[in-house]
């Protein structure tokens, strides 16, 4: 999804959490200002429900569990929330009720109004999440994924992952997922390339 400038004067994290919890449009939050976020497409929704379909049947009864595009991601030490597209949380102690700090995996699909804030500022700002292993950017109009590893000396190592029968493999929760299954329904899983 895409976040659209407000001109608003700054605002307290407090604020913004309990506006959040009574606001019809979500917004993302970095430091006193908010960004209302844009409507997403049909084919972006239908991957997001896809992928965290996937990881709920995979992930049941485990330690990891997924949450969708309405849990926010609080960067550490600063007054920065975004809302990825699907994350999944592995620490049964980051618990608040309405964000998460310390994600295994997150999950971002792409739109031409997003791509840029994705594959830069999140790209980033993500890297700054100890606890963040892998980061999964999902192309929206091409079976295509770009996956993201913490390296050792690199804040993020690429591999990208596409084709009618290529496999999401995340070993650091354990959890394969065939493209074919993320894009099911979508324009792009329909050309089947």
Not at 20 to 41: K, T
């Amino acid at each position: 999804m895409s976040a659209i400038a407000q001109f608003q004067p700054f605002i307290s994290v407090e604020e913004y959490l309990e506006g959040e919890r009574v606001s019809e449009i979500r917004h993302e939050y970095v430091d006193g200002q908010v960004y209302a976020m844009a409507g997403a497409s049909a084919d972006h929704n239908r991957i997001v429900t896809n992928v965290c379909g996937e990881l709920r049947e995979r992930l049941r009864g485990k330690r990891c569990e997924p949450f969708m595009a309405d849990m926010k991601l609080k960067l550490p030490a600063s007054n920065v929330f975004y809302y990825p597209d699907a994350l999944v949380a592995c620490d049964p102690s980051d618990n608040a009720p309405y964000f998460r700090e310390r994600p295994t995996v997150v999950f971002e699909v792409l739109s031409p109004e997003t791509e840029r804030t994705d594959e830069r500022e999140k790209r980033l700002a993500y890297a700054t999440i100890p606890s963040l292993k892998v980061y999964v950017i999902i192309a929206q109009h091409e079976r295509r994924l770009t996956v993201l590893r913490r390296g050792r000396t690199e804040p993020w190592k690429p591999e990208v992952v596409e084709g009618r029968n290529a496999v999401l493999k995340l070993p650091e929760i354990r959890v394969e997922i065939p493209l074919a299954r993320i894009y099911e329904r979508t324009q792009a899983g329909r050309r089947g390339a």
